[in-house]
Nanobody, 130 residues
Framework: QVQLVESGGGLVQAGGSLSLSCAGS????????MGWFRQAPGKQREFVAV????????YYTDSVKGRFTISGNNAENTVFLQMNSLKPEDTAAYYC???????????????????????WGQGTQVTVSS
């Protein structure tokens, strides 16, 4: 596991934008995939967007396609999420996640499942008012 620290959450009106950042630190490590999940009160943690370093492929949940953009730097173990045209339903705690064991390459949609990630940040709150 590695330590992940998120920043950049906050309160914004519907239609506005926010940018989240996540940096990994600790012992020397490499990651296969990094990304973002979110969890609203009373709901399960859900996949938002991830980037797989090999090939640089990015994946998004359908509800954020065209509005959110994930980017990052593999060598620095940093990942960012630019969120535009925010909606009240985007309100949630956003968690940075990292896979240091390669489980996100297990096939299918492994990249979008919580158990594929072994390291998590503490979460940053995003609140979108209507």
């Amino acid at each position: 596991q590695v330590q992940l620290v998120e920043s950049g959450g906050g309160l914004v009106q519907a239609g506005g934008s926010l940018s989240l950042s996540c940096a990994g630190s600790g012992r020397t490590f490499s990651t296969y995939t990094m990304g973002w999940f979110r969890q609203a009160p009373g709901k399960q943690r859900e996949f938002v967007a991830v980037i797989r370093w090999s090939g640089g492929n990015t994946y998004y949940t359908d509800s954020v396609k065209g509005r959110f953009t994930i980017s990052g730097n593999n060598a620095e173990n940093t990942v960012f999420l630019q969120m535009n045209s925010l909606k009240p339903e985007d309100t949630a705690a956003y968690y940075c996640a990292a896979d240091t064991r390669g489980r996100t390459y297990a096939g299918g949609i492994a990249y979008s499942t919580v158990p594929s990630y072994d390291s998590w940040g503490q979460g940053t709150q995003v609140t979108v008012s209507s």
